[in-house]
């Protein structure tokens, strides 16, 4: 008897004459590319360090294309971006050291928000592995351990011909549900080394479904049927799991109103009758959760801010369909499906009957009232103003890259994502910086739509540099720097805590001229002209900056009076 995993492939004259006959002048660092190439991979991003020189030399010889950023970080959140719009891996090239951990904050949001980046680090040479102390410039004791804790896993070639296979099972990592970063690191001397093994040709680094148990699904089908106030809270896993069609079909056959957290924006229509929207941060929100007989969960860890700051306590049955097994009850008790969010409701809509709910929309509307109500009389007219221009100036299909700004904290909320998988934030791990390298791999990604990123002046100054790499690389990037001049954000915790600041008020520059002098077109608007302004700006070719200067206010929390 023959089994599938015991076919091989036998290969053709022309291989056998190829690998019998490699190219000369090849090393260790032509099998990275040469791996990466196999396995699919068309766009690199990273930054060249002095270990890492063999796989930047192999690039040359490559039909990969190289998009180098001006920092580390900066190109792991580039990165991110390109695997979040993909779906696909981002391979990320690093040096050893300094140049590796200056990534590790990239590499933190992308775990939380479950990102498929492939960072390839150099190591020292072989012979200072292993936590002697050698001396090698870049020298760390472990340096696998900075990052153990902050990917899904970590891998190591210390030969040659260890290097595609070790490339390639961390690729499968990347992509197994739940999707995220790894890590693979390979000594100085094995890149640089000729080598005369055979060209890598294509590599199979298929992950494996995470399917969902049968008997979980057919409870999970019948409570929901018998449900009298269901209710879905979706969130990212939804979008990475290309199952938004799914969720809607769903949720129309249960008449289950859906609230998508700030990770799963985009994930159901907005003005669909059954859409919450995602005012997850209020409390009428909250209590219409917490009256649900029945809640499904998709996609969604309820995390802190998913929970409006752990404050719900759900009474009715909870149902939690998560790719992360880590996750599943780590927060509410309930029926945990460990299955990728686009298999677990095919299964459920093949086995839920429909469930007529005449009064669900009404609910849903009487919900969205109170909501507004409370925001209508905290008097944020401006802020409210300045998503309606951002909205209106954003072509529908164009995506959004939001940093940590007061802004972005009401985009999570009332912010229309009109179309799957183009609202993007760092609220996963939370850092600075995020917005404008990130909306460059997503350029990268597909630059024949023009990407918005959104930061305030403080998170700007992270990314400053990079206008010299949207210049280089004429990618159509429009930066929208809303400048109170300090971290706004910050500033609002402490005065509300403490009843004054520190640290939160900051000398920056005059981002118009300093865009400007990278080559970038630049211009100062006001609430008034954002609208037009933006418009112009995302219509024309390459990068361009626009500059806000405004003082903005967050919406009233609620979660400290639950």
Do not use: C
């Not at 990618?475 to 001049?485: A, E, F, Q, S, Y």
């Amino acid at each position: 008897m023959t089994h599938d995993h015991d076919v091989v492939l036998k290969p053709t004259a022309r291989q056998t004459e190829a690998a019998l006959n490699p190219p000369p002048g090849r090393t260790g660092g032509d099998l990275v590319v040469e791996t990466l190439h196999g396995l699919g991979a068309t766009t690199v991003f990273g930054l060249p360090g002095q270990h890492a020189l063999g796989v930047f030399d192999a690039l040359r010889r490559s039909s990969l294309t190289y998009i180098g950023l001006r920092i580390e970080n900066n190109a792991g959140f580039a990165a991110d971006a390109y695997g979040r719009i993909t779906g696909e891996v981002a391979p990320l090239l690093l040096s050893t050291g300094p140049g590796a951990l200056m990534s590790l904050a990239a590499l933190q949001e992308a775990a939380a928000a479950s990102a498929p980046v492939l960072a390839i680090g150099s190591q020292v040479p072989a012979a200072g592995l292993g936590g002697g102390r050698h001396g090698y410039l870049h020298e760390l004791r472990d340096q696998q351990a900075s990052f153990r804790d902050v990917v899904k896993s970590v891998h190591t070639a210390r030969t040659a011909s260890q290097i595609p296979s070790v490339i390639a099972d961390a690729w499968r990592s990347a992509l197994t549900a739940p999707h995220g970063p790894v890590w693979v690191e390979i000594p100085q001397d094995v890149l640089t080394a000729p080598t005369v093994l055979p060209v890598v040709t294509a590599v199979d680094a298929t992950p494996e479904d995470v399917l969902p148990r049968p008997e979980l699904t057919a409870v999970a089908a019948h409570l929901l049927a018998g449900a009298e106030r269901p209710a879905i809270i979706a969130g990212g896993g939804v979008i990475r799991s290309d199952a938004t069609g799914k969720l809607r079909a769903l949720a129309e056959r249960l008449n289950a109103p859906v609230v998508t957290t700030y990770g799963g924006k985009g994930a159901f229509p907005w003005k669909h009758p059954l859409s919450l929207r995602s005012w997850i941060e209020d409390r009428h929100t909250t209590d219409f959760l917490e009256d649900a007989d029945v809640l499904l969960v998709v996609g969604s860890g309820l995390g802190e801010l998913s929970s409006n700051y752990h404050t719900f306590a759900p009474r009715g049955r909870v149902i939690q369909i998560e790719a992360d097994a880590g996750k599943l009850e780590s927060n509410h008790p309930g029926i945990g499906i460990h299955a990728d969010a686009r298999i677990a409701l095919s299964a459920l809509l093949e086995t839920a009957p429909e469930r007529p709910d005449p009064e669900a929309p009404e609910r849903v509307r009487a919900l969205l009232d109170r909501v507004h109500t409370r925001i209508a009389a905290q008097d944020r007219t401006l802020e409210q103003s300045l998503l309606t221009a951002v909205r209106d100036a954003l072509p529908d299909d164009s995506p959004a890259f939001w940093d940590m700004t007061i802004l972005a904290y009401w985009a999570w909320a009332a912010f229309d994502a009109r179309k799957p998988n183009t609202m993007h934030s760092a609220q996963g791990a939370g850092g600075l910086g995020y917005a404008y390298p990130a909306a460059l791999g997503a350029a990268v990604a597909d630059p024949g739509r023009p990407v918005l990123a959104v930061s305030g002046d403080g998170g700007a100054m992270y990314s400053i540099a990079e206008l010299a790499t949207a210049r280089q690389y004429d990618l159509p990037v429009t930066w929208l720097i809303v400048d109170d001049g300090g971290y706004g954000i910050l500033r609002e915790y402490m005065t509300d805590a403490y009843g004054e600041t520190t640290g939160t008020e900051l000398a920056r520059p005059d981002f118009v001229t300093l865009a400007e002098s990278f080559g970038v077109p630049a211009l100062r608007t006001t609430p008034e002209t954002l609208a037009a302004d933006l418009s112009k700006s995302l219509a024309a070719p390459g990068p361009s900056v626009v500059v806000l200067p405004a003082t903005l206010k967050m919406f009233a929390a609620t979660h400290e009076t639950a």
